[in-house]
């Protein structure tokens, strides 16, 4: 991946490729996603959150209740 910039002169245009850094987010806070996924991707300055299940992560079991109390879960991963 990298990230395009463009530069003008009086009498020239032209683009430099950057690459961009990739860093994987793991943490043992928030619930494992299956081997093939990241909880998030730091690419470059932008940050990538994969969707979660309702899981607690401490037991990897399913949150009890309905929808919205699994969904009231989720905010709290992004700061793990």
Sequence with gaps: MYTLQLHRTNSTTYITAMPLTKKVVL?????KPISVLNQGLV???MVYCSGQIGADP????LIEGTVQDRTVRWPSFLHS
């Design 58 to 61: 401490e037991t990897g079991k």
């Design 43 to 45: 690419v470059g300055d």
């Design 27 to 31: 943490t043992d806070k928030a619930p």
